[in-house]
């Protein structure tokens, strides 16, 4: 069983040496690459002075485009498993084994949800986390108690229909997507540390703005998407 941690980084100078040593000195049994999205500060040199696994991105492609580079490495080096793993250090490694026992249940994809079994504070935040559950509620029929976190576990399966199909972003509207295309769709309960360092792209108005992308896109543009089927050997 091959586990790959995938560590898109853009401008994560601050961060990524804490994030990958963890992963290295802590958490050996599983692989990792981080994905160095043309960031304009000194990423990739950390990265390639400490010896760090880099796939170096000669441009921003965005999360959606170094994620996908990740899956198209996963998949070219037969991994079963990866996982989304931000550089800014909110995601905890520890979550990774209760999430590999979930899909070994025979699901799809595992998300590490903050809200399994603890309930959402009250915040403009969380209510458009609650306006975007509903709708693949109701676009699927199925609940996603926490769909925009961004620790998410994928098997074999879904990290080929993410690197050989187009625009696949690790975004909630292809988890919706993806459950109406048969996806099978687990969360287990996990914690989420604050950012130490460096600064969000996602202030107020942004996070506004991605609240009412996810909600049109679930809602409304999902349903003319085009998919190739992939076989997987």
Not at 106 to 115: M, P
């Amino acid at each position: 069983m091959k586990c790959l941690v995938i560590i898109p980084a853009y401008n994560e100078e601050e961060n990524i040496v804490r994030v990958v040593e963890n992963l290295k000195n802590n958490y050996p049994m599983y692989d990792y690459v981080v994905i160095n999205d043309g960031s304009a500060d000194s990423t990739a040199k950390i990265c390639r002075k400490y010896g760090y696994e880099l796939v170096d991105l000669p441009v921003n492609l965005g999360l959606a485009g170094a994620f996908q580079t990740g899956l198209k490495y996963a998949y070219r080096k037969g991994y079963d498993y990866a996982i989304q793993f931000d550089a800014d250090g909110q995601h905890r490694p520890e979550f990774i084994a209760p999430m590999l026992d979930k899909i070994q249940e025979g699901y799809d994809i595992v998300i590490a949800s903050r809200f399994v079994t603890e309930k959402k504070p009250h915040s403009l935040r969380m209510l458009g986390s609650n306006l975007i559950s509903a709708a693949m509620k109701l676009t699927t029929g199925h609940r996603v108690k926490d769909p925009t976190s961004g620790m998410r576990l994928f098997n074999k399966k879904m990290i080929a229909e993410f690197a050989l199909n187009m625009n696949y972003g690790p975004e909630p509207d292809t988890i919706s997507y993806l459950l109406k295309q048969g996806a099978t769709i687990a969360e287990v309960q996990a914690k989420m540390d604050e950012r130490i360092a460096g600064e969000s792209y996602l202030n107020m108005t942004k996070s506004m703005m991605y609240m009412l992308r996810m909600l049109l896109s679930i809602l409304f543009i999902q349903n003319f998407r085009k998919r190739r089927e992939v076989k997987v050997s």
